[in-house]
């Protein structure tokens, strides 16, 4: 029988914890070479401009300016709620403009997805002119919009043709008591697809046998969604309420092509509010105040939403 020498036994599991920290250690560096690109994306577009915003929010910082930025502590802020009209106006705006938007949009949502979800032929061709809408540049959506709310476009056309000629037509971009609305409208055509994919999702993943078990306890096709569809559907509603009001409360694109804002800022929101003080008047230090308190009231709502629709117990 050979017998193994003391000093060989004990060599070869040092032997073996060098070679596996050797490649526990090439891997950690691998792994971090491949994370690298997305993190260095990630530092220069998040870090350093959060960073760059809450630091100038304190200081009276122009876009160009000889003069450096001199700290006004929380000047800008109290200049947004007490000597800014604008500011207030954008944040009313802003406000009634998620408070339609997210239900609605939510609402209208659903009930393309349990339509779409049914087992009809060209069903699938339904959903897609539903989703066209979402994947067509926002850009595009709003300029065809603006022509078609003018006061000789598409929709006081149709709305004259369907009048028989009462109707004489308005304005819709033009008259502030329109303009919002008609963003409104808009916005809800353009992402509820969007929204009707993600229900739309959240429906597939219920059992049917949930249905079949519901259908032989004689439940109506309402009693079905009240006690089957809607609580299998309380992650997904989660999700689609909190991507809604984000977005609502983000408006700024359809303002910028449509409206800038007016007419009288019936349209102006936070966001256009902030780059148009930051880079049209330069004011970048009070833009950068003002985005603060947007993400301070962002993430307050989104807090509070999440609290209200989690699951209970």
């Known amino acids: 029988m050979t017998v193994t020498p003391p000093t060989v036994a004990a060599e070869t599991p040092r032997r073996s914890l060098r070679r596996f920290r050797s490649i526990k250690g090439r891997e950690t560096w691998a792994g971090l070479g491949m994370m690298a690109p997305a993190g260095i994306l990630l530092i220069l577009f998040l870090a350093i401009p959060v960073i760059l915003a809450f630091t100038l929010s304190f200081t009276n910082a122009r876009l160009i300016s000889p003069n450096p930025p001199r700290f006004v502590g929380m000047d800008n802020f109290v200049r947004a709620f007490t000597a800014d009209p604008v500011f207030l106006d954008s944040a009313w705006n802003t406000f009634v403009f998620a408070l339609v938007v997210v239900p609605v949009q939510a609402g209208l949502g659903l009930l393309l997805a349990v339509l779409v979800n049914r087992r009809l032929r060209g069903v699938t061709a339904f959903r897609v002119i539903f989703f066209v809408p979402v994947v067509t540049s926002i850009v595009v959506v709003s300029i065809l919009w603006k022509f078609m709310y003018q006061k000789d476009g598409l ?159």
């Open 155 to 313: 929709i006081n056309s149709m709305i004259d043709t369907l009048t028989f000629g009462a109707w004489s037509g308005v304005d819709w971009l033009n008259n502030p008591s329109t303009a919002l609305g008609a963003i409104i409208v808009l916005s809800i055509w353009q992402a509820v697809g969007f929204h009707m994919i993600i229900w739309l999702s959240g429906l597939q993943t219920i059992p049917e046998e949930l249905y079949e078990a519901a259908r032989m306890d004689g439940a109506s096709p309402w009693r079905q969604f009240t006690n089957v569809t809607w609580p299998g559907l309380r992650p997904t509603m989660v999700f689609v309420l909190v991507t809604i009001t984000i977005a609502a409360l983000g408006l700024f694109v359809q303002v910028d092509v449509m409206t800038q804002g007016g007419p009288i800022n019936s349209t102006t929101t936070v966001v256009f509010h902030a780059v148009r003080k930051g880079y049209d008047q330069q004011e970048i230090g009070y833009a950068s105040a003002i985005s603060l308190i947007f993400f301070v009231a962002v993430l307050l709502v989104a807090l509070v939403q999440r609290r209200l629709t989690r699951e209970k117990g």
